[in-house]
């Protein structure tokens, strides 16, 4: 049981780049997230999805993308990179039912120059 | 709006001490909350989950406590040890108007822990 696994791990980005993150947990929740992390200001929730095919905006989605095509993977997009997008970016999962607990992937931390 | 409060910031003491990180937040509407463990340049440990409905949840040397209608939970760790350096982070999962049954977390600053031998 791997858990919540992220790639990359970490990433350099010059300023109006694209890339994708890919989350993937083997758990089979319903649930999946994406915050970010940054100093000052601590987790952030992007965007999350509630199942397979469905995504929704979190507290701060400007200048991200995500899909949920299959139920066990959630990719984070960059279409054009930012400074401000420098950060650490964590993945969590978790079972349907409101009182179960979300589990954390490890993070990518990506640096755009 | 939910937010949280962790105190304090910074935390160092000696190996073998007790000590407790406090977490407070200020809707009580709450499914329940999480501490969590973070490690420099790691991700996100979960070390104890409290339902709304309990009062504390204990792992080893840890136990954790809720006041859900003060809004405040504390995390205390007995003699403590050099790895128990960490951030230490509460998180809560609201139930009222500002969350949803979708689970969104709402966490703390941290609390920065160093165990000095």
């Known amino acids: 049981n791997a858990g919540v696994t992220q790639t990359p791990k970490f990433r350099v980005l010059k300023t109006g780049q694209s890339m994708t993150l890919l989350c993937a947990q083997d758990m089979n929740h319903e649930y999946m997230y994406w915050y970010r992390q940054d100093p000052g200001m601590g987790l952030r929730l992007i965007h999350y999805s509630v199942g397979e095919g469905t995504t929704a905006k979190g507290e701060v989605p400007d200048g991200y993308n995500v899909s949920r095509l299959k139920k066990q993977n959630f990719l984070l997009g960059l279409e054009s990179a930012a400074p401000s997008q420098t950060s650490v970016y964590f993945c969590?999962?978790?079972?349907?039912?409101?009182?179960?607990?979300?589990?954390f992937g490890p993070g990518t931390r990506l640096t755009v120059l | 709006k939910q937010e949280v409060t962790q105190i304090p910031a910074a935390l160092s003491v000696p190996e073998g001490e007790n000590l407790v990180l406090n977490c407070s937040f200020t809707d009580s509407a709450i499914y329940n909350l999480q501490w969590f463990r973070q490690d420099p340049g790691k991700g996100l440990t979960s070390l104890l989950l409290i339902q709304s409905s309990q009062r504390e949840q204990t792992s080893g040397r840890l136990n954790a406590s809720l006041d859900k209608s003060s809004g405040r939970s504390t995390l205390y760790i007995a003699a403590s040890q050099p790895g128990d350096s960490a951030t230490y982070l509460c998180?809560?999962?609201?139930?009222?108007?500002?969350?949803?049954?979708?689970?969104?977390?709402?966490f703390g600053q941290g609390t920065i822990l160093t165990v000095h031998p």
């Open positions: 969590a999962s978790s079972y349907s039912n409101p009182y179960n607990e979300q589990f």
């Open positions: 998180a809560v999962k609201g139930s009222g108007a500002g969350g949803t049954s979708y689970g969104k977390l709402t």
